[in-house]
């Protein structure tokens, strides 16, 4: 059970090698993300995903995203054994890029390979919303049914993953201890999440919040002095016909959670213009005390929601991996852009 949080700090040191296979090139198409990249030419990107990381680093953008036009390097189909081999020599090899590993993340995805420190000495607490006996919103897919809850922690997930890149120290107020990040459209809901560190999380609505933010505020104390903010993800639910973008919500009284929702705001802003530059982006920042969460955390709060999961067009934002991918990957942009901020 000691692997489920995501606090710790195991570094391994190690190079990704790999075999002698034939490493091909490939170009990325405007819109491309990595999983989009590696699965029309034939790789899994759940086993593969790390060893085109590491061949790519020097090409990728600033969030670890694919630049359209530019040549990319493809792993060979054995790159995941020798990521293992790597690991287990570490000890005796030279060091270029330290990996830690966290088994919340599940196979394919618990190795993490720290890039850099841009956020050394940054705390973030991460809770998806609803669990455990409530699913949250229910969305119709088809035939499947979408829950609130299983795509909010697939980000939030993927989120956490992304801050430690950069040396953030994370902790996931909710957890399930078998799903990790999934690759595929349709998340199979189930209700075995839990809140840090292994507490059952309660059906009244109230009880579950409390005991979320008491876990968030022991922590807080813990590490008194540091930068500590905490992130609720969500997903909301509106008239299917409502097309909506991400909103952020702070508290009235936190000069820094309006300052880390405006970072993260903006780079969304910023992201929405690039990649769909005739739709206008029309999330805001507003205040909303009446939110348990945020009125009550000791740390510094942004409460999210991250679209409508009633709406085809924002549906899309969910079931594609990559637009999962690509919210965690603004969040954690607009994070480090708040922590660079604060010198």
């Not at 919040?209 to 002095?225: D, E, S, Y």
Request: aromatic content about 8%; some cysteine.
């Amino acid at each position: 059970m000691r692997s489920i949080s995501l606090f710790l700090v195991l570094l391994l040191t190690s190079v990704l090698a790999f075999s002698q296979g034939v490493i091909r090139q490939v170009t990325a198409r405007p819109g491309d993300g990595t999983h989009t990249l590696l699965r029309r030419h034939g790789l899994n990107p759940a086993t593969h995903v790390q060893a085109f990381l590491m061949l790519n680093r020097a090409n990728l953008s600033k969030n670890q995203g694919l630049i359209a036009g530019r040549k990319y390097r493809l792993p060979p189909a054995s790159a995941r054994s020798n990521t293992k081999a790597a690991n287990s020599k570490a000890s005796t090899r030279g060091t270029s890029a330290p990996i830690s590993r966290a088994e919340l993340f599940g196979n394919g995805y618990a190795n993490i390979v720290v890039r850099d420190q841009q956020l050394r000495g940054a705390v973030l607490y991460l809770a998806a919303g609803h669990g455990g006996p409530d699913p949250g919103a229910i969305g119709q897919y088809s035939n499947a049914a979408l829950a609130e809850d299983e795509y909010a922690y697939d980000v939030t997930l993927r989120l956490a993953r992304a801050l430690m890149e950069h040396g953030a120290q994370v902790y996931m107020i909710t957890q399930d201890p078998n799903d990790g990040i999934r690759d595929q459209a349709v998340l199979k809901t189930d209700y075995d999440e839990v809140t840090y560190p292994r507490q059952t999380i309660p059906l009244n609505q109230l009880a579950r919040l409390r005991q979320g933010i008491n876990a968030v505020n022991k922590l807080h104390a813990r590490h008194k002095g540091a930068y500590q903010r905490l992130l609720t993800l969500h997903v909301d639910s509106r008239s299917a016909g409502q097309n909506i973008d991400v909103f952020f919500y702070h508290n009235s009284n936190s000069k820094a959670g309006q300052q880390l929702a405006q970072r993260i705001h903006q780079t969304f802003t910023t992201r929405y213009k690039r990649s769909q530059p005739n739709r206008p982006y029309s999330g805001n920042v507003t205040t909303r005390n009446s939110l348990y969460v945020v009125r009550n955390s000791l740390a510094p709060t942004v409460f999210m929601e991250l679209g409508n999961i009633r709406n085809d067009k924002d549906q899309r934002r969910f079931v594609i991996p990559d637009n999962r991918q690509a919210l965690a990957n603004w969040i954690c942009e607009g994070i480090i852009a708040d922590y660079r901020s604060r010198r």
